[in-house]
């Protein structure tokens, strides 16, 4: 059978060795790509709890600047049913972004103290490992960030 120039007959056809050789090398290259493609997962998933966390420090200081009065448990419980409407945990989508609870991976704890009008804002990721702490005081605020100190 011929095409053109080409006579298919004479092409050489791939053995099972040749395509064992190629399978091989292509897991060869997925295998020293793959931990430089996990570092950078977790890096992005670090870095939307951080954009997450400042939305909330946003969305906290503006709420204690409408109502100088309302306590620091009302105004984190507020905030925190508004926001988990909208914010997904990066590692767990069935989990809430924002818990009162013991820390869980991936999602931000969130404590208060109603005396010292002072919330604190802590996040795990799945090895846990502590990625991000805010503590909220108007009108400062201060926050640690693991991933800060490494990227630098």
């Given at each position: 059978m011929k095409l053109g120039n080409i006579d298919f007959c004479k092409i050489k056809k791939i053995t099972l060795i040749e395509i064992i050789v190629l399978s091989l090398l292509f897991i060869a290259i997925g295998i020293y790509y793959s931990p430089h493609f996990i570092?950078?997962?977790?890096?992005?998933?670090?870095?939307?709890?951080?954009?997450?966390?400042?939305?909330?420090?946003?969305?906290?200081?503006?709420?204690?600047?409408?109502?100088?009065?309302?306590?620091?448990?009302?105004?984190?419980?507020?905030?925190?049913?508004?926001?988990?409407?909208?914010?997904?945990?990066?590692?767990?989508k069935k989990a809430p972004a924002y818990t009162f609870e013991s820390e869980c991976k991936g999602c931000t704890c969130v404590s208060y103290d109603d005396n010292a009008q002072m919330i604190v804002l802590t996040t795990f990721n799945k090895k846990n490992e502590l990625i991000l702490r805010t503590v909220i005081k108007p009108p400062s605020f201060v926050v640690y960030s693991k991933f800060d100190k490494e990227n630098k």
């Open positions: 570092t950078k997962q977790d890096v992005l998933k670090a870095a939307k709890i951080k954009s997450d966390n400042a939305i909330y420090t946003a969305r906290v200081l503006e709420e204690f600047a409408k109502n100088k009065n309302e306590k620091a448990s009302t105004v984190a419980k507020k905030v925190s049913e508004k926001l988990n409407q909208i914010a997904k945990n990066p590692y767990d």
